[in-house]
């Protein structure tokens, strides 16, 4: 029986530094299992808050947009802006009122005048007056 008694302790003794072990193995697998946890939920946190960041900004800049629309379609309703498209886009104008329509110079660096010598000697010999005339009906 002595035989038997020393083996059952050391059993139990062994089983016992067992114990520990696999508790310890236990303790940390949850305690890694806890740590993964926690930082991919740290992770997707950061993740919406940047996304929820970004959104924000999105509706900031269409309220900004939204605002310009209105104040555009409060100036489209306007007689003035009415005027001024049908004048530009369809040419109309009052009754009894001339349209003078001026050409742009493509190339601003050369004139017409500058670029013809017979045009620009006659062009010098003439008064301010005459110029703009010549400017304003073409001649």
């Known amino acids: ?4 008694h020393k083996d059952y302790t050391q059993f139990i003794k062994s089983s016992k530094g067992l114990k520990s072990i696999l508790m310890f193995i236990v303790f940390l697998i949850l305690f890694s299992g806890l740590a993964v946890f926690l930082v991919v939920q740290y992770n997707q946190t950061v993740s919406k808050s ?3 960041q970004i959104l924000e900004n999105e509706l900031k800049a269409e309220k900004q947009r939204n605002d310009e629309l209105k104040l555009q379609k409060e100036d489209v309703k306007s007689d ?5 498209e049908a004048r530009n886009k369809l040419g109309y104008s009052y ?3 001339n349209l003078y329509i001026l050409k742009k110079i493509v190339d601003s660096s050369v004139s017409p005048i500058e670029s013809n010598p017979v045009l620009s000697l006659a062009q010098e010999n003439k ?6 005339m010549d400017l304003i009906f073409g001649q």
């Open 80 to 84: 003035t802006y009415i005027e001024k």
């Open 50 to 52: 940047n996304q929820l």
């Open 95 to 97: 009754p009894n009122e």
């Open 1 to 4: 029986m002595n035989k038997n």
């Open 127 to 132: 008064s301010p007056i005459q110029k703009w």
